[in-house]
């Protein structure tokens, strides 16, 4: 049975909500998270754990990325929990002499922001990883790349809000959210009523339907992204990687219509997760066969030894895009306590923490020590009905 009442109701029981909810409870607050189907049942169940910092373009995409990384650090002995974190680097994989000159001046770039980025040539980067093609042209290394376990991560902020006190219910679906006076009042769901002052949209892929509950405008929509799971071998690799490829389709759908390029990622347990696409397909998230042949096509051009091993599992989960590629966070002007922290894209698993983080500051404190501005959703003010489709 729900209660009455909260001091705050997250919605949303992915990385982005059980994150708000753990640092919600550690600033004593009365927060309930409400979750209509299972907890990590949306993206955050059915997506990678890198945690890259070299994909992120200089400015507020990598200095959120950048405070995101730091949290993790220490973040299992806090949660007291094996999130299967780990700090080998990663490395982004060049395979046309095009690559080559854009990745050139993207690690240029990256460098004068103050990130550790390195310029591999063909010979180097086989030394680092040994397994990789003889056809490949060179790579770039950073050695602040990591790597989580999604999964743990989800339920190890879940299990920590709920010794703060945190409560949480799944099979429970937020249906309305009454106002008065432009303040929230109310969360109306599909087993009762909690009247609350402070609402926390961290729906992910369905932002946008929980901001139509008070009419609001969100412009985050779902792009799907498949996956492809390969049996565990002995250890091939030991960091992951990206295409490069890959980093120029996140910034340019025409290239990820065409084929996004790939991702690289060797588990604590010894298989490897593929992806992945980029795709405008609404609510769909059943996979391809297209897909999952363009993956395996791609990953065993850069990682040969890959050939012929199994693949024992396929999914697809959608990503909360947002027509700038930044996550929305904080206040939204003329609606007192609501609060949005969704559209991470595909960068929700590495952003949970400082989302989290920065989420519960501003309840608690009405302020943040990491500016917001240049996340907030006016930034979208006018919402183009293009953006939205
Ligand atoms: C293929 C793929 C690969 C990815 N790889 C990476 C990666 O390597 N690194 C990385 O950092 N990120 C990655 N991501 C992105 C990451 O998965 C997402 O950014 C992140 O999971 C978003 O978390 P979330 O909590 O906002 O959304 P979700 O996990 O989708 O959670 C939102 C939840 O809200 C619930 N909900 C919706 N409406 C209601 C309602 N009315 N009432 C109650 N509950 C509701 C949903 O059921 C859902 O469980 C990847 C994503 C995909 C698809």
């Known amino acids: 049975m729900l209660p009455d009442c909260a001091d705050v109701v997250v919605i949303g029981g992915g990385v982005i909500g059980a994150s708000c909810a753990y640092y919600l409870a550690k600033h004593k607050i009365k927060v309930v998270l409400l979750e209509k189907r299972d907890l990590a049942s949306g993206s955050s169940g059915a997506c990678g754990g890198t945690i890259f910092l070299q994909t992120k373009s200089p400015g507020p995409n990598l200095k959120l990325a950048l405070a995101g990384a730091e949290r993790f650090r220490h973040l299992h002995e806090e949660l007291a929990a094996d999130i299967e974190y780990r700090n080998h680097g990663g490395m982004i994989i060049i395979e046309t002499e095009t690559e080559y000159d854009a990745m050139v001046r993207w690690a240029e770039r990256q460098q004068g922001a103050g990130l550790d980025v390195a310029l591999l040539?063909?010979?180097?980067?086989?030394?680092?990883?040994?397994?990789?093609?003889p056809e490949i042209l060179g790579?770039?290394?950073?050695?602040?790349?990591?790597?989580?376990?999604?999964?743990?991560?989800?339920?190890?902020?879940?299990?920590?809000?709920?010794?703060?006190?945190?409560?949480?219910?799944?099979?429970?679906?937020?249906?309305?959210?009454?106002?008065?006076?432009?303040?929230?009042?109310?969360?109306?769901?599909?087993?009762?009523?909690?009247?609350?002052?402070?609402?926390?949209?961290?729906?992910?892929?369905?932002?946008?339907?929980?901001?139509?509950?008070?009419?609001?405008?969100?412009?985050?929509?779902?792009?799907?992204?498949?996956?492809?799971?390969?049996?565990?071998?002995?250890?091939?690799?030991?960091?992951?990687?990206?295409?490069?490829?890959?980093?120029?389709?996140?910034?340019?759908?025409?290239?990820?219509?065409?084929?996004?390029?790939?991702?690289i990622e060797p588990t604590a347990h010894g298989s490897f997760v593929l992806g992945s696409t980029r795709e405008f397909v609404g609510f769909d998230s059943r996979v391809t066969r297209a897909a999952i042949q363009h993956i395996a096509r791609n990953v065993t051009s850069i990682l040969p030894v890959l050939?012929?091993?199994?693949?024992?599992?396929?999914?697809?989960?959608?990503?909360?895009?947002?027509?700038?590629?930044?996550?929305?966070?904080?206040?939204?002007?003329?609606?007192?306590?609501?609060?949005?922290?969704?559209?991470?894209?595909?960068?929700?698993?590495?952003?949970?923490?400082?989302?989290?983080?920065?989420?519960?500051?501003?309840?608690?404190?009405?302020?943040?020590?990491?500016?917001?501005?240049?996340?907030?959703?006016?930034?979208?003010?006018?919402?183009?009905?293009?953006?939205?489709?």
């Open 139 to 263: 790579a770039t290394f950073s050695p602040a790349d990591a790597q989580v376990n999604p999964w743990h991560l989800t339920f190890a902020f879940i299990k920590s809000a709920q010794r703060h006190g945190a409560k949480v219910y799944t099979g429970v679906r937020v249906t309305g959210i009454q106002t008065k006076s432009q303040r929230i009042e109310l969360v109306e769901t599909d087993q009762g009523r909690i009247s609350t002052g402070t609402v926390v949209n961290a729906a992910g892929a369905y932002a946008a339907r929980i901001g139509a509950l008070c009419d609001l405008d969100i412009p985050i929509k779902p792009r799907r992204g498949q996956l492809v799971v390969v049996e565990a071998t002995h250890p091939l690799i030991s960091r992951c990687m990206l295409s490069a490829h890959y980093i120029a389709a996140k910034f340019n759908p025409d290239l990820a219509r065409k084929g996004g390029g790939v991702s």
């Open 307 to 389: 050939k012929g091993r199994n693949i024992i599992r396929v999914f697809a989960g959608l990503r909360p895009y947002t027509p700038d590629g930044l996550p929305i966070l904080g206040p939204v002007a003329g609606l007192d306590g609501f609060v949005i922290a969704a559209g991470h894209e595909g960068d929700g698993i590495a952003l949970a923490p400082i989302t989290g983080e920065l989420i519960a500051d501003l309840i608690a404190n009405n302020r943040t020590d990491f500016p917001l501005e240049a996340y907030k959703l006016e930034r979208f003010d006018p919402i183009r009905a293009e953006d939205l489709e």
């Open 121 to 133: 040539d063909a010979n180097q980067a086989r030394g680092l990883e040994t397994a990789l093609s």
